[in-house]
């Protein structure tokens, strides 16, 4: 049964009915429109916590989808789920993926950077200090570009490049 006539609140159901509707009238083939189908099953089952539906909807979605900035973004939340699974490799190759196909993406560089906080934490509390510094410096880079893209976002990303040193500009805003 599709996720669309799962959905058992009022919310859902609004949501549901306005993006067939807009899916009828988009001017788009009929491609674009299955895959924006897969795309929004796989955002409700993701948002309900079905992670395997979700990504099977989003290969989906993938498999069909011929524009490069809307793959950007089925890529970027297959990375949302892996990292939020633990695969942190599987979500750092998938988040570069999307920032190949949408280098404008700052929500991409963001969680590459908190990926390589968490791994440079790791390291340090396992005693290479060497080792969490340069993973540390890595997410500085990727915090740098996300912040110059977003400035009015991350303000705890601009607070941690302030307070470590690793912010060449003063004020991001």
Do not use: C
């Not at 990504?55 to 949302?80: H, Q, R, T, V």
């Not at 740098?144 to 977003?150: G, L, Q, S």
């Amino acid at each position: 049964m599709p996720r669309t006539q799962k959905n058992d609140n009022f919310i859902d159901k609004s949501f549901t009915v306005m993006a067939d509707l807009i899916l009828k009238l988009l001017p788009a083939n009929k491609r674009a429109k299955e895959a924006f189908v897969y795309y929004r099953d796989g955002m409700s089952a993701q948002a309900d916590g079905e992670y395997a539906e979700a990504l099977e909807n989003y290969e989906e979605a993938l498999e069909l989808e011929e524009d490069s900035f809307d793959k950007s973004y089925i890529l970027y939340n297959m990375g949302l789920i892996y990292a939020s699974n633990g695969d942190h490799e599987k979500a750092l190759e998938l988040y570069h993926q999307a920032l190949e196909l949408n280098p404008r993406l700052p929500q991409a560089l963001n969680n590459i950077a908190v990926i390589y906080h968490f791994k440079g934490e790791k390291a340090k509390e396992a005693g290479d200090n060497d080792g969490g510094e340069a993973l540390f410096d890595r997410a500085a880079d990727y915090w740098v570009r996300a912040v110059r893209m977003a400035p009015n976002n991350y303000i705890e990303a601009q607070n941690w490049l302030k307070t470590t040193g690793r912010s060449q500009i003063d004020v991001y805003f």
